[in-house]
């Protein structure tokens, strides 16, 4: 069994597969403080849970945009699971099937990488990967393999945060909740308008704006915690796959094992 490691900003997303298959996932917040140890207590109940063992994962492979739980998580995977996990950057030397074609590669954030070999190795043709995490990232690959490069905009929590942080009045809310309509008759309702609508519609101009520097049309995938919820608010995106980086992990482990 493979256990896959995407350690993200606010959260971490782990998942085992067996064979070929996603078997099992977890989604939790990541803590940049936890150590090795810390993690195993974290895990342990979890693994239990799908009745798997530590010593029965035989694989691992760790994409982080977080220094301090990559170390941490390959300090896990040694002492815990007992192999030497498989590390995913921009300096890598791992056999990925796309090119990095971007101005200064080592830029580039693991995660985003990933997202490419998983969309080009799923449709081998020219996509825009849009993943919505702590920052919306939007990943452009051509149909030759190529990681073009792409657009970074803030999260939706990100404006959450400073909306309820940086004003008097304007309260926190569960976004989750959908407005009826564009137009909010109340604050809450608005700022649900604002954000769900507004925040589809920004992405529909944006993928708009890079599809037009493709010499052909590319595939516009959602991916990410948060990408079920918005996908419903735009007319560009046509796949929602929340697990592409946990896809795109097993692939890159596979090329490389």
Request: charged share 20%; aromatic share 8%.
């Given at each position: 069994?493979?256990?896959?490691?995407?350690?993200?900003?606010?959260?971490?997303?782990?998942?085992?597969?067996k064979k070929d298959?996603?078997?099992?996932?977890?989604?939790?917040?990541?803590?940049?403080?936890k150590t090795?140890?810390?993690l195993?207590?974290?895990?342990?109940?979890?693994?239990?849970?799908?009745n798997?063992?530590?010593?029965?994962?035989?694989?691992?492979i760790?994409a982080?945009?977080?220094?301090?739980q990559?170390?941490?998580?390959?300090e896990?995977?040694?002492?815990?699971?007992g192999?030497t996990?498989?590390?995913?950057?921009?300096?890598m030397t791992?056999?990925?099937?796309?090119?990095?074609a971007?101005?200064?590669?080592s830029?580039?954030?693991?995660?985003?990488i990933?997202?490419a070999?998983?969309?080009?190795?799923?449709?081998?043709?020219?996509a825009?990967v849009?993943d919505?995490g702590?920052a919306?990232?939007?990943?452009?690959?051509?149909?030759?393999?190529?990681?073009?490069?792409?657009?970074?905009m803030?999260?939706?929590?990100?404006?959450?945060?400073?909306?309820a942080?940086?004003?008097a009045?304007?309260?926190?809310?569960?976004?989750?909740?959908?407005?009826q309509?564009?137009?909010?008759?109340?604050?809450v309702?608005a700022?649900?308008?604002?954000?769900l609508?507004?925040?589809?519609?920004?992405?529909?101009?944006?993928i708009i704006?890079?599809?037009?520097?493709?010499?052909?049309s590319?595939?516009?995938?959602?991916?990410g915690?948060?990408?079920?919820?918005?996908?419903?608010?735009?007319?560009?995106i046509q796949i929602v796959?929340?697990m592409?980086?946990?896809?795109g992990?097993?692939?890159?482990y596979?090329k490389?094992s």
């Open positions: 069994m493979l256990l896959a490691i995407d350690v993200g900003n606010s959260q971490t997303v782990c998942g085992i597969f298959s996603l078997f099992c996932h977890w989604r939790l917040k990541t803590d940049r403080e090795a140890d810390e195993a207590a974290r895990f342990l109940p979890l693994f239990a849970m799908q798997i063992q530590f010593r029965e994962i035989s694989g691992v760790i982080s945009v977080v220094p301090t990559q170390q941490a998580w390959e896990f995977s040694t002492k815990y699971i192999c996990p498989l590390l995913v950057n921009s300096r791992l056999e990925t099937g796309i090119r990095i971007t101005d200064n590669p830029e580039v954030g693991a995660d985003r990933v997202n070999v998983a969309a080009f190795d799923h449709y081998r043709e020219s825009i849009v919505f702590t919306i990232t939007f990943d452009c690959i051509s149909s030759r393999g190529e990681y073009l490069g792409g657009a970074i803030p999260g939706m929590s990100i404006s959450l945060d400073a909306l942080g940086r004003t009045k304007l309260p926190r809310i569960d976004i989750s909740i959908p407005p309509k564009a137009i909010g008759a109340n604050t309702d700022i649900r308008s604002g954000l609508f507004g925040y589809g519609a920004m992405v529909d101009g944006l704006k890079l599809s037009a520097e493709f010499s052909d590319p595939k516009v995938i959602a991916t915690g948060m990408a079920e919820l918005i996908a419903t608010y735009t007319e560009s796959d929340p592409l980086t946990l896809k992990l097993y692939i890159l596979e490389n």
